[in-house]
C-alpha cells in the first residue's frame, strides 16, 4: 500500500477566507433552531439503557446549543468570539 503524500493540502486544514460570509448573527440564530429541534425531537422506540442514553445526550445537546443560542457574538480581529453569561438571571446586569 502506497504512503500518503505528506505534500498534499488536506481539505479539512484548508482555511477559508477570514470572514468570508460569515455572520456570527446567523450562527447564533441557528443554534437556537437546534436547541428548539432538540426540544421537538421525538424519543425512539427504544428501551432500557439506549432509551436512557439517547435522553442523556437530547438533554446535553439542547444544553449546549441553548447556551451558544444564548450567546453575543462578535468577530474581534478576525477571532469569533462568544459571551455567554452563566450567572442566575437574577445577578446579571
Known sequence: MAEPDSTAVSQSTAQPK???GFSPEAMIERFAERASSVKRRNIPPVEGEARKD??????????DFAMIADAVASLEDGVLVLR??????AERG
Open 54 to 63: 439517547f435522553i442523556r445526550q437530547a438533554e446535553a445537546d439542547f444544553r
Open 18 to 20: 477570514p470572514n468570508a
Open 84 to 89: 455567554v453569561d452563566l450567572r442566575p438571571e
